[in-house]
């Protein structure tokens, strides 16, 4: 099993929609949990750290289930410039980072 | 502009050359990491350093590659003999002591031929 796991995708959507993202994760003393995006050849760049009581930034809402390992992004009225390759990250011990493959999002008019 | 910025941001060499990125992490950051990252995968983790100090390593670095850190400032990485594997984008990033979030520079896309 792969320390952090995510659907590839590609998830297709119109404009306006609602899509949610799900990551799963192998070790349960991880501490902590982000959700970065990246552009196509840019670098990653944070999106949100996820809390376990959950917490929204604006459209984005990020949920974490520590029982059945695993985090989400949600994503509200999608925009055009939403399209990009959302990678979860989980923060093993101390540091000890490690993405997911990345889930590639095309927002479409 | 205050961010992590990365040198060069493009390298071509031949097979069995040595190659040197840098890294300059944003200034008040103790946290300095090297991943790299291959096309259509998630970035993997190689190193880090809080300040000076070389705390981690992963088995992905072969005794070609070496990083330092030794002003506890800028990072460099070397890839000694290379090949064509080696292939990918280098990415750096530097964080806080106090959070885990991770801020990253733009990159050193190496191209081994």
């Known amino acids: 099993r792969k320390e952090v796991e995510q659907d590839p995708g590609p998830f297709n959507v119109p404009e306006g929609a609602t899509v949610a993202f799900n990551c799963t994760y192998s070790?349960?003393?991880?501490?902590?949990f982000f959700w970065y995006r990246q552009d196509c050849r840019k670098e990653p760049k944070l999106l949100m750290s996820v809390y376990s009581s959950g917490n929204e930034d604006g459209r984005f809402t990020a949920q974490l289930n520590r029982a059945s390992q695993y985090i989400s992004l949600l994503i509200r009225d999608s925009k055009l410039s939403d399209s990009a390759t959302y990678l979860c990250?989980?923060?093993?011990?101390?540091?000890?980072?490690?993405f997911g493959a990345g889930t590639r999002l095309t927002v479409k008019p | 502009d205050t961010g992590v910025s990365q040198d060069p941001r493009h390298k071509i060499t031949k097979r069995g050359q040595n190659v040197t990125f840098r890294c300059d992490p944003i200034s008040e950051h103790n946290r300095l990491y090297w991943y790299r990252q291959t096309l259509g995968q998630g970035p993997e983790f190689l190193t880090y350093f809080q300040n000076e100090a070389q705390l981690e390593k992963s088995r992905l670095l072969s005794d070609r590659f070496s990083a330092e850190r030794p002003k506890g400032s800028f990072s460099t990485l070397e890839i000694q003999r290379t090949e064509q594997g080696d292939s990918a984008m280098y990415l750096c990033?530097?964080?806080?002591?106090?959070?885990?979030?991770?801020?990253f520079g733009p990159g050193t896309r190496l191209t081994v031929t």
């Open positions: 990033a530097s964080s806080p002591v106090a959070l885990n979030e991770q801020y």
């Open positions: 990250v989980v923060n093993m011990a101390d540091n000890d980072m490690r």
């Open positions: 070790n349960s003393a991880s501490q902590s």
